[in-house]
């Protein structure tokens, strides 16, 4: 649920004159939505509440190209809801009542062991809880799946689970607190880049906003300049970026490829209002 308004409200203020959109959001729905209009054939596993707004998330994502089989409807908790303020600059600020993400259990991914060990890809995020996130990393990674990792929202992440992740994709904010290093420019990415590299993850991609994003392996780094638009709203731009990134890396490409496919879908979702309503479809990539 957002409201665009000129400026984000501080502390006991009321700003007037707001417009109200509501659209599908979360995490993991909104990176699953960007894989299925890129193409990418994906199968979400997930919770929502058995109510008006899970039924209405798991028909849409349908029509998005999304395997919907193994969406879970939780009998105790409404579905999640993130309520977001965006300003005239496109920059945001979001609470999240997680509600029916924290229904999706260990159980659940044990569940469905046999469906993660006949995908090549996982894409993981940190809004439903950590001790799902680390069954699902156990299962895949003992099924040879490579596992993608967007820490947010920002959790500390066990260093058992780092050192199964073929890649994590931290923002600036999101590596300095798994590193404990901030993050200011390009020397400062490489070394939290480093901190995480030490903990075994195999690869690693920060996302720096409008400076584009820094690809980090074993053999060097490479730095993906990202596309000059103007921002309406960056809702959900991360999660484009994601989801567009494990479809390409699906389909074969090379990292700094699928880093390119994957910026050029961010930079078109912040064109728009929304998170699901803004991601493009592939086509729309394709002709420009």
């Not at 502390?11 to 979360?26: A, L």
């Not at 008006?52 to 190209?65: I, P, R, W």
């Not at 395997?67 to 409404?78: C, G, L, Q, R, Y």
């Not at 979001?94 to 924290?102: D, Q, S, T």
């Amino acid at each position: 649920m957002t409201v665009c308004v000129k400026s984000i409200p501080r502390p006991g203020e009321t700003i007037g004159g707001g417009k109200f959109v509501q659209t599908n959001g979360g995490k993991g729905a909104n990176q699953a939505v960007a894989s299925g209009r890129m193409g990418g054939n994906p199968l979400f596993l997930t919770c929502v509440g058995d109510d008006a707004n899970g039924h209405a998330l798991k028909e849409q994502l349908a029509k998005d190209g999304i395997d919907t089989s193994m969406m879970k409807f939780s009998a105790t908790e409404p579905t999640g809801v993130a309520l977001i303020y965006v300003d005239e600059e496109g920059e945001n600020c979001i609470a999240v009542a997680p509600g029916a993400n924290a229904d999706l259990l260990p159980e659940d991914i044990e569940a469905a062991r046999a469906q993660i060990s006949e995908a090549e890809w996982m894409l993981l995020q940190l809004e439903i809880p950590m001790e799902t996130v680390c069954k699902a990393v156990d299962v895949a990674y003992e099924a040879g799946v490579k596992v993608i990792l967007n820490p947010a929202p920002m959790f500390p992440v066990p260093d058992e689970t780092l050192s199964k992740l073929f890649l994590i994709t931290p923002n600036e904010t999101e590596a300095e607190k798994l590193t404990g290093i901030k993050v200011d420019n390009q020397a400062d990415a490489r070394r939290a880049a480093d901190a995480l590299l030490s903990k075994g993850v195999k690869n690693v991609i920060i996302t720096m906003g409008s400076a584009g994003s820094m690809i980090f392996t074993a053999d060097g780094q490479t730095m993906i300049q990202a596309r000059k638009v103007k921002a309406t709203d960056t809702t959900g731009a991360g999660d484009a970026y994601n989801g567009a990134l494990v479809t390409g890396l699906a389909e074969g490409m090379t990292m700094e490829q699928a880093a390119e496919l994957a910026t050029a879908c961010s930079a078109i979702s912040v064109t728009r209002v929304g998170a699901q309503t803004a991601v493009p479809w592939r086509s729309e990539i394709d002709n420009n």
